[in-house]
């Protein structure tokens, strides 16, 4: 290999290596976790119902409002979407105990109730 082709791969690789995803910081994280819960809360819907409107899986919805790690852009557009805010305001911290929010239909089943209602 020559030295002009070794250089060029060399810049590409540090090029790579600049370019992966950096964290977030922790602050702006929990932001978003509070915002994701205070936003659905506020609208009423349950983890699955956001997770199902913003097209993400159920398990990460959750994660993301209590242990939340990082998410691309298009991840936080989603939710946004989903909660009918726009990104700026998602990310924009907010006093949720001033905010009256409302209580999602319980998904839990109620002991001896039969799991599939309809049958």
């Not at 959750?62 to 990104?87: H, I, W, Y």
């Not at 409302?102 to 049958?119: A, C, E, F, Y």
């Amino acid at each position: 290999m020559s030295e002009t082709t070794q250089r060029v791969s060399d810049l590409k690789e540090e090029e790579q290596q600049q370019s992966k995803n950096k964290p977030c910081s922790p602050e702006l994280l929990e932001v978003l976790a509070a915002n994701i819960r205070g936003y659905r809360l506020a609208l009423g819907l349950t983890q699955e119902a956001l997770a199902e409107k913003a097209g993400v899986h159920r398990t990460y919805a959750s994660m993301q409002e209590r242990r939340p790690k990082n998410c691309t852009l298009g991840v936080v557009e989603a939710f946004a979407n989903a909660l009918e805010v726009d990104v700026v305001t998602l990310l924009t911290k907010r006093d949720w105990k001033k905010v009256k929010t409302k209580k999602p239909p319980s998904s839990r089943r109620i002991k001896g109730q039969p799991r599939n209602p309809g049958s």
